[in-house]
Each structure stands twice: as structure tokens, then as C-alpha cells.
């Protein structure tokens, strides 16, 4: 009983070594064909020191508050509310980006296109000239508040522009895109009651100083 069984234990293992040798065969011809494709340098990469990246990571990336101004003070208060401007002149916008942290960091990424009255692109920022803002966190939000102004030519034709404003997070692996129409139109036409009232209070401000 006892010369049987080796013997059947040899067989097995003799099957398996065949069968082992006829995969590894079937596998070299598959990548030999470039059926089955092999990456160069796999065996050189540290799997500890891989960061795998899902689709969609969690997080949170709005874009609040946008607002056109005539101007925005250092105290990054909107002077001025406007959605009409005169060409030729400077158009202020301000808004508030809220995002979620990522292992306690923030990082902003601006661009903006504008678009003319027949949707012809009129200025897209590239990634060299965007605006970078980062920052370190201890809570799991935060709200940011941007300043930004663009200058419009004379020799543009009234109308109405579009403003498309790319915020994005690189560190949530996400981006957001606010849309907002504005007015241009030749000097002086833009102004009524809203630009007597600002005089008043400049007139009202300077004889204040004068006592």
C-alpha cells in the first residue's frame, strides 16, 4: 500500500509541474504577440510609496457670492455693484470659494474666459498666468474670499460678455465653473441718478475734511 501511494503522489506532482510549464509557455506567447502587455520598470516601483487615485475623491467646491464691482477696497469690499460698464474701463468682480481640506491643505487654482456679444473668445488665461492660492487648515472647510479685475478695450463693440470663471482643487481631484453676463457700453451711458448720488456723498465728504 505503501509503494502505491508514493506512487501516486509522484504522478500528481508530475502533473502539476507539466501543467505549470504548458501555462508559463501559453503566457510568454501571449506577450510575445503583445496580446498580454507588460509595463517596463514594474519591478522598480514602491507599492508603499504609490498614491492611488479613485475617480472621484470626496470633498466638497463651490463658488459663492460673485458679485461685479466698480471697485474693490483692501478690505476686499465691493464699491459700487455693478453689471454695466463703460468700455475702456476696469471690471472688478469678487467672489467666495468654499472647499473642503485634504489632509488639512487647500489649493485654489483661477482661470477665466471672456466670451463677446457673439460668443467669440476674447481673452482665455493659461495655466501659467492662473492665479494659485494654498493654505493650511484645521478644519474640515473653508470659505475664501478673491479679488480679481480685467481692462476693456475701447475698440470693443457694445454689448453683452460673458464671464466664465474655472475654479478648481487639485487636491480633491475637482473643478467648478461659474457663468456671469456683463454689459459693455460707451462711456457716459451707463451713468444716471446712481453716479449724481455717488457725487453728493464725495461733494458731502470733501466739506467735511474742509472743517
Do not use: W
Not at 13 to 40: E, R
Not at 60 to 80: H, M, P, Q, R, T
Not at 98 to 113: A, L, Q
Not at 145 to 168: A, M, Q, R, S, W
Amino acid at each position: 500500500m505503501k509503494m502505491k501511494k508514493n506512487g501516486k503522489v509522484a504522478i500528481e506532482l508530475l502533473v502539476m509541474l507539466v501543467t505549470i510549464v504548458v501555462t508559463s509557455a501559453i503566457i510568454f506567447m501571449l506577450v510575445q504577440a503583445d496580446v498580454i502587455k507588460v509595463k517596463p520598470g514594474n519591478a522598480d516601483i514602491n507599492v508603499l510609496n504609490t498614491e492611488f487615485i479613485p475617480m472621484g475623491r470626496e470633498g466638497y467646491l463651490a463658488v459663492s457670492n460673485f458679485k461685479f464691482c466698480e471697485f474693490i477696497d483692501l478690505g476686499y469690499n465691493c464699491i459700487g455693484e455693478e453689471d454695466s460698464f463703460s468700455l475702456g474701463s476696469e471690471v472688478h468682480f469678487i467672489f467666495v470659494v468654499e472647499s473642503s481640506t485634504s489632509n488639512g491643505d487647500i489649493k485654489v487654482v483661477e482661470n477665466y474666459r471672456i466670451k463677446g456679444p457673439s460668443g467669440e473668445l476674447l481673452l482665455d488665461v493659461d495655466e501659467e498666468n492662473s492665479f494659485h492660492f494654498e493654505i493650511t487648515s484645521s478644519e474640515k472647510k473653508e470659505s475664501i474670499t478673491f479679488k480679481d479685475f480685467f481692462v476693456v478695450g475701447e475698440e470693443l463693440p457694445e454689448g453683452e460678455y460673458t464671464l466664465e470663471l474655472l475654479i478648481k482643487n487639485p487636491f480633491l481631484n475637482k473643478k467648478t465653473t461659474l457663468i456671469r453676463k456683463f454689459n459693455l457700453n460707451r462711456a457716459g451711458e451707463n451713468f444716471g441718478e446712481d453716479f449724481e448720488l455717488i457725487e453728493d456723498e464725495f461733494v458731502e465728504e470733501v466739506d467735511y475734511f474742509e472743517e
